[in-house]
């Protein structure tokens, strides 16, 4: 038998973040020698990037792909620059998340499918936005001075769309759409619909990307412009283009400067639009996406239905709202406060007095012995869970791979088969096998008894201390081979404790978040980025708040780097 | 007994069920009478995840000519005919990327191709080892959009793509880090598709019109940005300009099609009621054919892990009664204990597995009811089914089988085992050389397919041209 690498210092360590990485390459019938921190063969040892190291290096933006916008981004923006009443429908191509964020390029391609979707969702927009153009002008496109007045129209529009100054050649582009649709015999209004739809589906729309301009040589580093910086906050921080203070700033010149962003960033924080993207940030960290695949067996869940299951998806983003701007906004309190905010299904599952129906939200104390923040909600024990059984190894590989940062891969090409479900045999039992069988215990160790810490949570995510048959719920767990918490537990409250003291965890909090601001995966160009966020949020205890300020003081947003247009040669 | 609403073919033909075809319209199609062409005419793909049982499936023992239907695929028994059963060809592509499990599996089982992420600049394979930890995309196309791209002649559509409960996302793909969205709502499907008949000539003309000339301008906006950004950020462009493109070729291609009529029950959820969309769906696909709306069609069951399987039950019982979901059952219902050294296979498991063959056996019945010039749609039409796993149990992606049905470009009526014996084993031969074969069944004269790792044999299978 083939004993693969398991431990590899080399992909974390050289990030500066969290000093292990599980990395699992099993081959066939090949083992996981679960040996965190040992670095495999051929591994080249490097040197821990601290914030001292990154002030002696230059600025190191890393990557900046272009990004579509989410379907949030895309429908906040309609609104912001056409009007609150204005609907952006449903057609605008799903934000998808499998792995990652929400904000990752993978998660808005744009499919065939997909650009049809844009196509239709243009103009269902373009048709509300003129359905009173005299409104939507400000002045009379069919009076004397009709021209002049589409055209401020258009350059307004085109400005505030494509979030920058437009070119001459951009603007000509539009009038004529206008002035080449009236030639024809449309009206005003079908005119200005017209550019309407093409701004809606131009890339300057539909893309945020950052232009070569002239500032430089390709490959140049340089600070980020001013209109680039309004964007790179309002869709960090608000999901939507910037607002009129940005843009103003961005006009002024006045928001380059790393001082000027943050001042910006802490303006906007206080802002009630800044809730819900943390709210959404935590939903993928959480991985909710599990639950579009997963279903229960009512049968065994008669509470379970569609009222339940919607109420999982928007408790994660109330519950943050909550935690960070109401109460201290410490990730000590995400991970440990015993609240939760519920509507009456969820108040039923918790086992406490809530709200009458299903449309009304409350925050709620529950038991503290019980409950413990967000690795206690209801959503993510049931979308790390199966139909009738809980999923200790989904709910220990969760801790590992989103709490830890320790990546863990499923094994490839072996038999996944377990012993058949049985109420006499706990859990527990079930999956001995993976931790005496050779070929899975390395990592399996590393997961199971950490998941096994959350036995007293069911597949929806009820109180337990029993499963099937009348067993007893063992909920002893042992978080191995994770620094200063390594040890022994018993339930996932003691777990969430001992999570939210560890620098490790707070490391990785930072670097998800990074993750999730620049739309993609560290590399090595972002080391410098990640220690500015991670250092800068472990000095204020691990605010999110300030996890937020932070990331607008990094390299990665506070630089970039001038593309090179040239075309393959 | 299974209940599913799918009309039969009579009612399809008399327009009883849930998709009303005009009469007029068929005879319509008569009148093109020509004689049945020696290459098919177009493609669907038919898929589900989690592979099956192959002893339940062709009974072991088969040889080309001599061959037995289990009990899974015991529906197709009236159509053994017209379809080639093949067994022992592996996906030799998914283990070359570092993650597998289901999402190598998926990704590559009709694309051939490893993650554009295991594939370093040079074009070379990166081992699993170097490999970065993401569940990348395909670093290239599937079969059927290859075939869509060179089909399409004066369809609006390169392909109609159309799925059951959700869009599985990663199966199918148009080009590299390219996925095909596959619309599971039947109401959308119709709208996109049939919902588009303008009142008259005129009108249809000025809307043409209209949508080309605010299109030209878009595309005319990605012209002007793509001289400013960089290299990769232009690929991603030039690929959104081309779908756009495309969009102007379903406009100017644009017919007036008889749009069948849905009718969904109330209170239908296309997420849930999975036999119900299903019908319906297939219904769409084959008036999307019928009316040449595109020279492919898919049809994917996008829900491979724990499909609902409303409504469909054994002894009165939901299928994977006593087990955890239908994705537990798959792992864990085979070979159990009989108490004599003999072992059986969960019959819900069983029946699971076979549901999705009545299915198929729907899609051939509805494309045997359209006539096509001395024949119907399915002499003119090469049908694969596939999935990603062979035995769904293991997990693995050796000794896959697959259906080829309809006209493939081949004889029909045959059993191929391709694998190294039974039961079922490592095989010399690769799904590469499936589509290969696929290909060479259009008249395409490829002697490749996909990605030729160590071990993948160039050319069509044996017995497949």
């Known amino acids: ?569 | 007994v299974i209940k599913t609403s799918r009309p039969d073919r009579r009612r399809f033909l008399l327009g009883a069920g849930g998709l009303v075809l005009a009469l007029p319209f068929l005879e319509a199609f008569r009148g093109t009478a020509r004689a049945a062409p020696t290459t098919p005419k177009r493609f669907i793909l038919f898929y589900h995840s989690q592979g099956t049982i192959l002893r339940h499936a062709v009974i072991p023992g088969a040889t080309e000519t001599s061959f037995s239907l289990g009990e899974i695929l015991s529906p197709l028994e009236p159509w053994k005919d017209k379809c080639i059963f093949l067994h022992g060809v592996d996906n030799k592509i998914s283990g070359l990327n570092l993650a597998n499990g289901h999402n190598s599996s998926t990704r590559t089982c009709l694309t051939a191709v490893p993650y554009s992420t295991s594939i370093d600049q040079n074009g070379q394979l990166i081992p699993t080892e170097m490999q970065p930890e993401v569940e990348g995309h395909a670093s290239g196309p599937s079969i059927d959009q290859v075939l869509a791209q060179r089909l399409q002649q004066s369809h609006p559509y390169r392909s109609v793509d159309l799925s059951v409960a959700q869009d599985n996302g990663r199966l199918l793909y148009f080009g590299k880090d390219d996925p095909v969205t596959s619309e599971p709502d039947p109401q959308k499907a119709f709208d996109r598709f049939f919902a588009q008949t303008p009142a008259s000539a005129e009108e249809l003309a000025r809307s043409k019109l209209r949508k080309l000339s605010v299109l030209d301008a878009v595309l005319d906006n990605f012209a002007l940005l793509r001289k400013q950004v960089g290299r990769d950020d232009k690929e991603r462009l030039d690929a959104h300009a081309d779908k756009i493109r495309s969009i102007e070729v379903s406009i100017q291609n644009s017919k007036a099609c008889e749009a069948p009529t849905i009718d969904l029950p109330t209170g239908f959820d296309y997420h849930l009621d999975e036999a119900v969309s299903a019908a319906v769906q297939l219904d769409l696909l084959t008036m999307a054919m019928t009316c040449e709306l595109a020279p492919v069609g898919t049809f994917v069951f996008g829900n491979g892990h724990d499909p609902a399987f409303a409504g469909i039950t054994i002894d009165g019982q939901p299928l994977s009664a006593g087990y955890d979901g239908w994705h537990a059952m798959v792992h864990e219902g085979r070979n159990l204990d009989v108490g004599n050294g003999s072992t059986y296979d969960a019959p819900g498991l069983i029946r699971g597995y076979k549901w999705y063959c009545e299915q198929f056996v729907g899609l051939l019945e509805r494309l045997a009811a359209v006539p096509d010039g001395d024949g119907t749609l399915l002499d003119t039409t090469s049908v694969l089914w596939m999935s990603e796993f062979g035995n769904g149990d293991g997990h693995n992606n050796l000794a896959l089988h697959a259906v080829l049905a309809g006209n493939p470009g081949f004889d029909v009526g045959r059993c191929l085992n391709l694998g190294s014996g039974e039961p079922w084993q490592v095989s010399a031969h690769s799904t590469n050389q499936l589509f290969v074969s696929i290909l060479r069944g259009f008249g395409f004269d490829d002697t490749t397919f996909g990605w030729q790792a160590d071990g993948v044999s160039a050319g069509p299978l044996p017995g497949l041209g």
Request: negative net charge.
């Open chain 1, 1 to 569: 038998m083939q004993v693969a690498r398991c431990g590899d210092v080399s992909r974390s360590a050289s990030v500066g973040v969290s000093p292990v990485v599980l990395f699992l390459v099993l081959n066939g019938a090949s083992a996981c020698v679960g040996d965190i921190g040992a670095a495999g063969d051929g591994v080249e040892p490097t040197t821990e990037v601290t914030a001292a190291v990154c002030a002696e290096r230059p600025p190191s933006p890393g990557k900046n792909p272009m990004r579509r916008l989410t379907s949030f981004q895309y429908a906040n923006t309609v609104r912001d620059l056409l009007g609150a009443s204005i609907d952006p429908g449903d057609d605008f191509p799903k934000t998808s998340v499998s792995q990652g964020f929400r904000t990752f390029i993978d998660a808005n391609i744009v499919s065939g499918a997909g650009a049809e979707d844009i196509q239709r969702a243009a103009e269902l927009v373009a048709q509300q936005a003129t359905s009173d153009l005299g409104a939507l002008l400000g002045c009379d496109a069919d009076g004397a001075n009709g021209s002049t007045c589409v055209q401020a129209f258009v350059a307004t529009l085109a400005a505030r769309a494509y979030r920058r100054p437009v070119s001459p050649d951009e603007l000509d582009l539009l009038e004529a759409v206008y002035t080449v649709a009236r030639a024809g015999g449309y009206d005003a209004t079908e005119g200005v619909a017209m550019v309407l739809e093409v701004v809606l589906q131009s890339p300057q729309f539909i893309y945020r990307l950052e232009l070569a301009g002239d500032a430089g040589a390709a490959g140049v580093t340089i600070p980020v412009g001013d209109y680039e910086a309004a964007s790179r906050l309002s869709y960090l921080l608000w999901d939507t283009m910037p607002d009129d203070e940005l843009l103003a700033l961005a006009a002024a010149g006045a928001l380059h400067e790393p001082a000027a962003i943050e001042a910006q960033a802490r303006r906007m924080i206080d802002d009630p639009r800044a809730r819900p993207v943390l709210g959404r940030f935590a939903e993928d960290w959480l991985q909710m996406q599990r639950l579009d695949a997963s279903t229960k067996d009512t049968a065994v869940f008669p509470q379970y239905g569609a009222e339940l299951d919607a109420a999982y998806r928007e408790e994660v983003g109330r519950f943050v709202a909550h935690a960070v701007w109401e109460l201290d906004g410490r990730l000590a309190t995400l991970l440990t406060t015993p609240v939760a905010v519920v509507n009456a299904p969820l108040a039923e599952l918790y086992g406490v007095e809530g709200p009458a129906t299903a449309d009304d939200w409350m925050p709620v104390e529950l038991d503290a012995s019980q409950r413990a923040g967000l690795l206690t909600t209801a959503g993510f024990l049931a979308g790390h869970a199966n139909a009738v059984t809980t999923s200790p190894i989904a709910r220990g590989a969760f801790v590992r791979n989103q709490v830890l940062c320790q990546v863990m891969f499923p094994p490839p090409g072996i038999d996944l088969k377990l012993p058949a479900y049985d109420p006499d045999v706990s859990v527990r039992e079930r999956l001995a096998q993976h931790r005496t069988d050779p070929a899975c215990s390395g990592c399996h160790q590393l997961m199971d008894p950490v998941g096994f810490g959350f036995e007293n949570y069911d597949a929806i995510g009820q109180w337990r201390t029993t499963e099937g048959n009348d067993l007893p719920v063992d909920a002893s767990g042992e978080l191995a081979q994770a620094g200063e918490i390594s040890g022994p537990f018993v339930g996932a409250v003691e777990l969430a404790h001992a999570l939210a003291d560890s620098e490790m965890v707070r490391a990785c909090m930072a670097l998800q978040a990074f993750r999730a601001a620049v739309g993609r995966e560290e590399a090595d160009p972002d080391q410098c980025s990640v220690v500015q966020a991670r250092d800068r949020f472990v000095a204020s205890d691990a605010d999110m708040r300030e996890l937020l300020v932070a990331l607008t003081q990094t390299d990665a947003f506070l630089y970039r780097v001038i593309p090179d247009v040239q075309e393959e040669p």
